[in-house]
């Protein structure tokens, strides 16, 4: 039985929890990205009363929340102020000052605060290499004489 929410581990789940949540920008007057259960809300804050309408998103979005027995995991929410001349306002969900960020994982992309890629370079080519490593303390076998063909085959067959 569901008492809230939408069925887990079904095929009409995910789509009976975005007609769910189909809602949740109604109210807001920030825009809202949506994705399965993550929810970014997106302003540009250049002065004092753009920063009070997204502290007022943030308190609808929780009173949303609530009204749908969906509570938000205020611990797992962050800020990322982006641009060099942002003031870094302190917003605040049910009562708890929100930590502050300077890169966030997004659908398994880095994103920093600067908007540049070095950092999903870096973590790009850490995580190759690592494969890489993994492959060459795998196959214990090397002769110069195999040919490259041979050598796919072999890995193939590792596989």
């Known amino acids: ?4 929410g939408v069925p887990q ?3 009409l789940g995910p789509v009976l929890f975005l007609i769910f949540i189909n809602d949740l920008d109604s109210a807001l007057v920030s825009m809202i990205l949506k994705f399965a259960d993550d929810t970014k809300v997106l302003r540009k804050a250049n002065s004092d009363k753009d ?3 997204i502290q007022h998103d943030l308190h609808r979005v929780l009173n949303w929340s609530y009204m ?3 509570p938000c995991n205020t ?4 800020v990322m102020h982006l641009g060099a001349r942002n003031a870094q306002h302190t917003y605040v969900m ?3 000052p929100l ?5 966030e994982k997004d659908l398994g992309v880095t994103v920093c605060n600067n908007l540049k890629s070095a950092r999903q370079r870096q973590l790009a080519y850490a995580k190759s290499s690592a494969a890489l490593s993994l492959i060459s303390r795998t196959i214990s076998f090397k002769s110069a004489s195999v040919h490259p063909t041979e050598a796919n085959q072999i890995l193939i067959g590792l596989t």
Do not use: D, P
């Open 1 to 4: 039985m569901v008492s809230s």
């Open 9 to 11: 581990g079904s095929v």
């Open 51 to 53: 920063r009070e309408i």
């Open 68 to 70: 749908w027995h969906m």
């Open 75 to 78: 611990i797992k929410c962050v």
């Open 94 to 96: 049910e009562s708890r």
């Open 99 to 103: 930590e502050v960020v300077t890169e």
